[in-house]
């Protein structure tokens, strides 16, 4: 049967974001929450429940963006809401160690093998600029290697070209930002091996570590070519850098071991952040236990935080890791996220649409693209407008999708197979509709 465009009533969002536009900017507290990338405005949500988010005007949508991926068990799960409330009648922070983060570093450390000793901090991007910090003090030099098109929070020497919000919004990088910071910042395209090892030729000795997002997701999803990760570890062995993996996004998400484990490469430090604090604010950065220990207070680099391990994020991230634990949980994603895969390609096959579905594991892209997107150069040949068109048309049609053609769709465990094929079907009408 097919979905009709409903349209839809936006009367509250709307004052609600003139209230909040006069005060903060944009009415956003982060930029591509604006929906400025598909023509849109941004819907204020009053609450969440399993796959499925209601706005402030009454309308419900199936729900794909899952607050940009850490929402893996879906929307106020009831063992994460009840984690949360028992830790906060504890008490919500105390500057002090707490057993929880014995709790969580326990098990982070357990699916990962290359994180022998892990320091919690509040976001993804501090974890990358932490172990930025960390990775120059080891090294004694300075020079990063990073991707275009990999995003690694708004940390200033990573923010260029940047992926995500940054692409999104047309400002591949930020002022503000002096020359100075980024001098040592050398870019390289994403999946080009040889770029990598002419960069490290050039100035190995000047070159601390390279960062990549294993699998890219804040370009949309662009999976790493076949041995591309495999050819970084030998690089940076060959000239001595360390390699980080930003795994604020694919920790625990592409595979309980995140994309060190999916694609069998043991980088030295790895960053998270999202999935591990189950939708409170939270971040990590760990790994090779020499490493750690030059991290204060045990060694001299410096770096502090008054809520990290916050208790309640400390709860929200054991109690989502436990869930994701049980028996079949990634197999369960997996079945969901395939499903959804083969029936937007499907729905793209019949509209005779030039668009391409990309997928690893629970995070997807569909690319309004003729051919693969496997960099930052192919991403921008994508029909951002078009894009824009079909967010819309799936808007109308109940759907809630990333508000930009450079992030990726997250499925959960709360997606059912009504909901997917549900999904499908709105892409179908969508597309047929000429989107
Ligand atoms: C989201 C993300 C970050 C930044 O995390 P924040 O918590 O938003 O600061 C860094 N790296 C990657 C790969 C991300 O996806």
């Not at 043991?266 to 991290?295: C, E, F, N, S, W």
């Not at 040949?381 to 930009?404: E, I, K, N």
């Amino acid at each position: 049967m097919p979905i009709e465009p409903k349209r839809l009533k936006t009367d509250a969002s709307d004052r609600a974001l003139r209230r909040a536009e006069a005060l903060m900017p944009g009415g956003v507290s982060s930029p591509v929450r604006a929906f400025k990338a598909v023509g849109g405005r941004p819907l204020f949500i009053a609450s969440g429940s399993g796959s499925a988010i209601r706005d402030i005007d009454g309308n419900v949508f199936l729900d794909y963006v899952m607050s940009w991926g850490p929402l893996i068990l879906g929307h106020a799960h009831p063992q994460v809401v009840e984690a949360v409330a028992a830790a906060l009648k504890d008490g919500s922070s105390f500057g002090a160690p707490t057993v929880r983060e014995v709790e969580l570093a326990e098990r982070i450390a357990a699916a990962m093998p290359a994180i022998e000793q892990v320091r919690f901090v509040n976001s993804g991007t501090e974890a990358t600029m932490s172990a930025v910090r960390l990775a120059r003090a080891a090294t004694g030099r300075p020079g990063i290697i990073k991707f275009e098109g990999c995003y690694h929070g708004h940390v200033d020497a990573l923010l260029v070209r940047a992926g995500s919000g940054a692409m999104t919004l047309g400002a591949p990088s930020s002022p503000g930002v002096p020359d100075d910071t980024v001098r040592h910042t050398h870019l390289v395209p994403f999946n080009d091996l040889a770029a990598v090892r002419k960069a490290c030729e050039a100035s190995a000795d000047q070159m601390a570590a390279i960062i990549v997002e294993p699998v890219v997701g804040n370009m949309g999803c662009v999976p790493p070519a076949e041995g591309f990760l495999q050819g970084l570890r030998e690089v940076a062995d060959r000239f001595g850098l360390l390699l980080i993996f930003d795994e604020v996004m694919t920790g625990f998400r592409v595979a309980r071991g995140g994309a060190a484990e999916r694609y069998g490469v043991r980088p030295d430090l790895v960053t998270l952040g999202k999935v591990i604090g189950g939708g409170l604010p939270v971040g990590a950065y760990g790994g090779r236990r020499d490493l750690m220990q030059q991290v204060s207070p045990v060694g001299p680099v410096y770096q502090a935080g008054t809520l990290s391990g916050n208790p309640l994020a400390m709860a929200a991230g054991i109690a989502t890791l436990d869930v994701l634990a049980g028996p079949g949980a990634y197999a369960a994603l997996e079945r969901a996220s395939a499903r959804l895969e083969a029936g937007l390609a499907d729905a793209v096959a019949q509209a005779g649409a030039a668009a391409r579905v990309q997928r690893v594991g629970s995070m997807l892209s569909l690319f309004f693209s003729a051919g693969p997107v496997t960099d930052y150069a192919s991403a921008l040949r994508c029909d951002t407008a078009a894009f824009g068109r079909f967010h819309q048309g799936m808007l109308a049609r109940g759907v809630y999708l990333p508000p930009s053609q450079f992030e990726a769709w997250f499925v959960s465990l709360a997606h059912t197979q009504e909901d997917i094929d549900r999904t499908v079907e709105a892409a179908r009408d969508t597309l047929a509709a000429g989107a």
